[in-house]
Nanobody, 115 residues
Framework: QVQLVESGGGLVQPGGSLRLSCAAS????????MAWYRQAPGNQREVVAT???????NYSGDVKGRFTISRDNAKNTVYLQMNSLNPEDTAVYYC?????????WGQGTLVTVSS
């Protein structure tokens, strides 16, 4: 059974940076594409960034150029480096496979961008 645990969220001022981590248990991690998703209050969950098994990446238009997704298969961990944060980035951030699997959703980590 795969479990995903997100961490690294917090309160940051506009223009600041955060690095999120997603630690995965289970043996499938190295064999699937992974993604970061986010859900802001009142909004639907949306994909932010994806990373393939080969390390290829894609980003939503809102975060391209500011966020960087990476993975360390040896550590079963996915990262999201977030720079130049703005209040519109405030959301709960989740990791999951791409496309997402219902059973993999974790608790997420809250990112709040505010002065």
């Amino acid at each position: 059974q795969v479990q995903l645990v997100e961490s690294g969220g917090g309160l940051v001022q506009p223009g600041g940076s955060l690095r999120l981590s997603c630690a995965a248990s289970g043996s499938i991690f190295g064999f699937v594409a992974m993604a970061w998703y986010r859900q802001a209050p009142g909004n639907q969950r949306e994909v932010v960034a994806t990373i393939g098994r080969d390390g290829s990446t894609n980003y939503s238009g809102d975060v391209k150029g500011r966020f960087t997704i990476s993975r360390d298969n040896a550590k079963n961990t996915v990262y999201l480096q977030m720079n130049s944060l703005n209040p519109e980035d405030t959301a709960v951030y989740y990791c999951n496979s791409a496309p997402p699997r219902q059973a993999f959703w974790g608790q997420g980590t809250l990112v709040t961008v505010s002065s």
